[in-house]
């Protein structure tokens, strides 16, 4: 199977909104047996046509005499090609064109209608250019980065236009593959050193002592150091959120929605893998990568549990009337500060799913206070950049658990950057600020 064959089986198989693209690529590799040469196209074709689907829609409109008549199949053949022709600067034009006529054939859509179709294209360039700023600068960028309407509505209104622009443009660029170093079994210096010996660039985090940025870097499954436990993938943002979290050697310490594992495991190393970690989450294949990730790590203190943790009946069956001395809540959310990451996410949420998602965060966050001992500390963190559910999750909850009180972040992150501190104690990252992933977070201590 050719990478654009399999881009195209991905992003069939992805339409239905239930399904992550990036659940299904490692699979489709493996099954199909795609050269790992190829895996680096066929991933930049999936994730840049599902990125930049509105713009590439508007021009295969633009150019059809009945847009409507298109077929699902047909559209997405169409997308490929229109995405390699004025996206992909990497790919001859005659290149793109042959190979999309050739898939159409193979996926029985009309080829002499996508030839003529890129061929318009290839002579005359894009047809649909984006809405004027002056008549309406929400649609403006919408259709200029290819989002939601409703999502570029949020970044103007918090940010005003030109923050809101450099948002839209940031979250449409690859992520940064970023390493958190296994403290236990190697040093940041020495895998750093290791990771440039296999050719990738490498360089030192600048908000933790763990963190390890790189690019150039082959296939994790290939990577000596990433294989034997050494590192594991955590963008700073969420390894910031352990350090603010601060656990130490022997404490027990309950970590809800744990999966995939990369707090947990974080939360292992810096207690010396001394203690007890109750990672318990909804999912059943969630859980499977927190122990494959403990297994690869080496870490022995973790106890993964099968519980949903917006039920205290379902959380009391694998920790019952258990006061911890540290809990973290990751609490599922909208994803909105990940979206670089997670191409298909901006496509699969809606306003509506936000306020759902801010009432099961407040049900999670309250379960996990309740299992918070005296002078214990709570965390609750997402990755997202909504204030619904950031601050007025906080507000809420500190209005209902007085016996709870916030402590400034920046008592415990020395190296975090003073924009980032908010006014509730928390903080907030931003891709376009900082580099990181859209990421907020807040401790609480549990008192009298």
């Given at each position: 199977?050719?990478?654009?064959?399999?881009a195209?089986?991905?992003?069939?198989t992805?339409?239905?909104?239930?399904?992550?693209?990036?659940d299904?690529l490692?699979?489709?590799?493996?099954?199909?047996?795609?050269?790992?040469?190829?895996?680096?196209?066929?991933?930049?074709?999936?994730?840049?046509?599902?990125?930049?689907?509105?713009?590439?829609?508007?021009v295969?409109d633009?150019?059809?005499?009945?847009?409507?008549?298109?077929?699902?199949?047909?559209?997405?053949?169409?997308?490929?090609?229109?995405?390699?022709?004025?996206?992909?600067d990497n790919?001859?034009?005659?290149?793109a064109?042959?190979?999309?006529?050739e898939?159409?054939?193979?996926?029985?859509?009309?080829?002499?209608?996508?030839?003529?179709?890129?061929?318009?294209?290839?002579?005359?360039?894009?047809?649909?250019?984006?809405?004027?700023?002056?008549q309406?600068?929400?649609?403006?960028?919408?259709?200029?980065?290819?989002?939601?309407d409703?999502?570029v509505?949020?970044?103007?209104?918090r940010?005003?236009?030109?923050?809101?622009?450099?948002?839209?443009?940031?979250q449409?660029?690859?992520?940064?593959?970023?390493?958190?170093?296994?403290?236990?079994?190697?040093?940041?210096?020495?895998?750093i050193?290791?990771?440039?010996?296999?050719?990738?660039?490498?360089?030192?985090?600048?908000?933790?002592?763990?963190?390890?940025?790189?690019?150039?870097?082959?296939?994790?499954?290939?990577?000596?150091?990433?294989?034997?436990g050494?590192?594991?993938?955590q963008?700073?943002?969420?390894?910031?959120?352990?350090?603010?979290?601060?656990?130490?050697?022997?404490e027990?310490?309950?970590?809800?929605?744990?999966?995939?594992?990369?707090?947990?495991?974080?939360?292992a190393e810096r207690?010396?893998?001394?203690?007890k970690?109750y990672?318990?989450?909804i999912?059943?294949?969630?859980?499977?990568?927190?122990r494959?990730?403990?297994?690869?790590?080496?870490?022995h203190?973790?106890?993964?549990?099968?519980?949903?943790?917006?039920?205290?009946?379902?959380?009391?069956?694998?920790?019952?009337?258990?006061?911890?001395?540290?809990?973290l809540?990751?609490?599922?959310?909208?994803?909105?500060?990940?979206?670089?990451?997670?191409?298909?996410?901006?496509?699969?949420?809606s306003?509506?799913?936000i306020a759902?998602?801010?009432?099961?965060?407040?049900?999670?966050?309250?379960n996990?206070?309740?299992?918070?001992?005296?002078g214990?500390?709570?965390?609750?963190?997402?990755?997202?950049?909504?204030?619904?559910e950031?601050?007025?999750?906080?507000?809420?909850?500190l209005?209902?658990?007085?016996?709870?009180?916030?402590?400034?972040?920046?008592d415990f992150l020395?190296?975090?950057?003073?924009?980032?501190?908010?006014?509730?104690g928390?903080?907030?990252?931003?891709?376009?600020?900082?580099?990181?992933?859209?990421?907020?977070?807040?401790?609480?201590?549990?008192?009298?």
């Amino acid at each position: 199977m050719t990478p654009r064959e399999l881009a195209f089986r991905v992003l069939m198989t992805a339409q239905d909104g239930e399904t992550e693209i990036k659940d299904l690529l490692d699979t489709w590799f493996t099954q199909e047996g795609l050269p790992p040469a190829d895996r680096p196209f066929a991933t930049e074709l999936i994730y840049g046509t599902v990125r930049w689907r509105r713009r590439l829609d508007g021009v295969i409109d633009a150019l059809a005499d009945d847009p409507k008549a298109i077929k699902p199949t047909a559209r997405q053949v169409l997308r490929l090609g229109v995405y390699q022709l004025l996206r992909m600067d990497n790919v001859p034009d005659h290149a793109a064109i042959h190979e999309t006529v050739e898939l159409a054939r193979r996926m029985r859509v009309a080829p002499a209608f996508v030839n003529a179709l890129l061929r318009k294209i290839q002579r005359d360039g894009d047809p649909n250019p984006p809405t004027l700023k002056e008549q309406n600068p929400v649609r403006h960028l919408a259709e200029r980065y290819s989002y939601p309407d409703w999502i570029v509505r949020q970044w103007v209104n918090r940010f005003g236009f030109e923050e809101a622009e450099q948002l839209c443009a940031v979250q449409n660029e690859p992520a940064p593959l970023v390493l958190r170093t296994n403290l236990l079994r190697t040093t940041r210096r020495k895998l750093i050193g290791e990771l440039q010996e296999l050719g990738a660039t490498a360089t030192e985090g600048s908000l933790t002592n763990t963190a390890v940025v790189t690019s150039n870097l082959q296939s994790l499954n290939t990577v000596e150091p990433f294989q034997r436990g050494d590192c594991t993938v955590q963008d700073e943002s969420s390894q910031l959120a352990v350090v603010l979290l601060d656990p130490q050697p022997g404490e027990t310490i309950l970590d809800l929605c744990a999966a995939p594992g990369g707090k947990a495991t974080a939360i292992a190393e810096r207690m010396d893998d001394r203690g007890k970690i109750y990672a318990t989450d909804i999912s059943q294949h969630g859980l499977g990568r927190i122990r494959e990730n403990a297994m690869r790590l080496d870490h022995h203190c973790i106890d993964w549990q099968h519980a949903d943790a917006t039920d205290n009946s379902s959380l009391n069956r694998v920790v019952p009337d258990q006061e911890f001395d540290r809990v973290l809540v990751d609490a599922p959310c909208s994803g909105l500060g990940i979206l670089r990451r997670h191409a298909d996410a901006r496509w699969r949420k809606s306003p509506e799913a936000i306020a759902e998602l801010a009432t099961v965060q407040a049900r999670i966050l309250r379960n996990g206070a309740d299992r918070v001992k005296l002078g214990g500390v709570l965390v609750y963190g997402v990755c997202t950049t909504t204030p619904e559910e950031t601050h007025g999750i906080v507000r809420a909850f500190l209005e209902e658990f007085t016996n709870f009180e916030e402590e400034p972040v920046s008592d415990f992150l020395p190296n975090l950057p003073l924009d980032a501190a908010t006014e509730d104690g928390a903080f907030q990252l931003y891709p376009h600020r900082h580099g990181t992933d859209g990421f907020y977070a807040i401790r609480f201590l549990r008192i009298e």
